[in-house]
């Protein structure tokens, strides 16, 4: 039966990285995301906050937000890319949403999360 979920879910599981640490909405994260420039591969590191995650299984997605040079940037990453090197999980927070688009018009000290330790 081509259209089997249960087939599906079977032929995602080969692909799904093991080695992701549970990422909720509010943690700060540092992500190592594999570049090619030219003929040279190089691991690119970036860290900042989750504000959003999307569970689809192997297409499950999460927003990261940081702040540089006085600019907002906020990247999508597909969690169980091959591109994805490492991810590790910096702190989490306490948080009531399940997105923190919020974050988005505030600045500065207003942006702080209350850490939670679990």
Known sequence: VPNDPSC??????????????S????DTIK???SIIEGNKERVQFAEGVVIAKSNAGLN???????VMQGIGVERVYLI?????KTVEVLRSSKIRRAKLYYLRTRSGKA??????FR
């Open 8 to 21: 599906i879910a079977k032929l995602e599981s080969n692909y799904l990285n093991p080695s992701i640490p």
């Open 111 to 116: 942006t702080r999360l209350k850490q939670s």
């Open 80 to 84: 169980h890319s091959p591109k994805l």
């Open 23 to 26: 990422i909720l909405v509010g």
């Open 60 to 66: 499950t997605t999460i927003t990261m937000r940081r």
């Open 31 to 33: 992500i190592g995301v």
